[in-house]
C-alpha cells in the first residue's frame, strides 16, 4: 500500500515565526512532490511542487526533498495568520496515469 | 492560469436520486480526476480519466460512474444517491505535460437527505 504520512497533530506558531511541515512517503518511484493549502470549506490549492533532491524556494515558502530518506518538508517563513489552513503533501504514483497519493494533511494555526 | 469548474457549489438531494456532478477546464487536459473528502478521512480517489472515453476506477469507485465524451468534461454520475455520499466532492486537472500537478476545481458539498 503506497502512503503518504504527514504529523495528524494540529501545529500551532506565532506570527513571524517559521513554521515547518513533514511528510513521509512509501513509494520508492516516486519522484515529484507536492504541497498544497487548503482553507476550511475551501478547495486545495497548489502550494509548490519540487522534483529533484534539496531546497526549492519560492518567496516565503523553501521545500525541501530527501529521496534517499523518502522525506519532504515545507518551510514557512514569517508566518502570518493568513498561513493558517490545512497542509498536504502529495507524491505522484509511480504505477502511473498521473495520479498523486495524497497525506491526510496537517492543520496550521498561526496566532498573532 | 490554469482553470476547473464545477456545475455546483452547494448540492442538496434525496435518497435513491441519480445525481450528476460537471466538471469542466479549459486547458486541453488529458487527465483528469475525481475525489471525494471527508474529516478524517482525506482525499480519496473515486475514478479518473487519462483520455476521452477513457476511464479507470480509483480506490473507492462503488456506488459511482464516469462519463467524458469531451476531453474538457468529466462527469461523475451517482447511479442512487445515499447518505453515506454526502460529501465534498472534488474535480481535479493535470496542469502542464511532465509536471504532473494536479489543480481543483471549487468543490461540490453535496447532501443527501
Known amino acids: 500500500q503506497k502512503e503518504v504520512e504527514q504529523n495528524s497533530r494540529p501545529l500551532s506558531v506565532p506570527e513571524g515565526a517559521i513554521a515547518s511541515l513533514n511528510c513521509t512517503y512509501s513509494d520508492r518511484g516516486s519522484q515529484s512532490f507536492f504541497w498544497y493549502r487548503q482553507y476550511s470549506g475551501k478547495s486545495p490549492e497548489l502550494i509548490m511542487s519540487i522534483y529533484s533532491n534539496g531546497d526549492k524556494e519560492d518567496g516565503r515558502f523553501t521545500a525541501q526533498l530527501n529521496k534517499a530518506s523518502q522525506y519532504v518538508s515545507l518551510l514557512i517563513r514569517d508566518s502570518q495568520p493568513s498561513d493558517s489552513a490545512t497542509y498536504l503533501c502529495?507524491?505522484?504514483?509511480?504505477?502511473?496515469?498521473?495520479?498523486?497519493?495524497f497525506g491526510a494533511g496537517t492543520r496550521l494555526a498561526v496566532h498573532p | 492560469d490554469v482553470k476547473v469548474t464545477q456545475s455546483s457549489r452547494y448540492l442538496v438531494k434525496r435518497t435513491g436520486e441519480k445525481v450528476f456532478l460537471e466538471c469542466v477546464q479549459d486547458?486541453?487536459?488529458?487527465?483528469m480526476f475525481w475525489y471525494r473528502q471527508d474529516p478524517g478521512l482525506g482525499l480519496r480517489l473515486i475514478y479518473f480519466?487519462?483520455?476521452?472515453?477513457?476511464?479507470e476506477k480509483g480506490d473507492i469507485p462503488e456506488g459511482y460512474s464516469v462519463s467524458r465524451e469531451k476531453k474538457e468534461r468529466f462527469s461523475l454520475i451517482l447511479e442512487s444517491a445515499s447518505t453515506n455520499q454526502t460529501s465534498m466532492y472534488l474535480c481535479a486537472s493535470v496542469g502542464f505535460p511532465g509536471t504532473y500537478e494536479q489543480y481543483f476545481g471549487p468543490g461540490t458539498r453535496l447532501t443527501v437527505t
Open positions: 486547458m486541453d487536459h488529458e487527465n
Open positions: 502529495a507524491g505522484r504514483d509511480s504505477g502511473g496515469y498521473n495520479k498523486l497519493i
Open positions: 480519466s487519462y483520455d476521452v472515453k477513457m476511464k
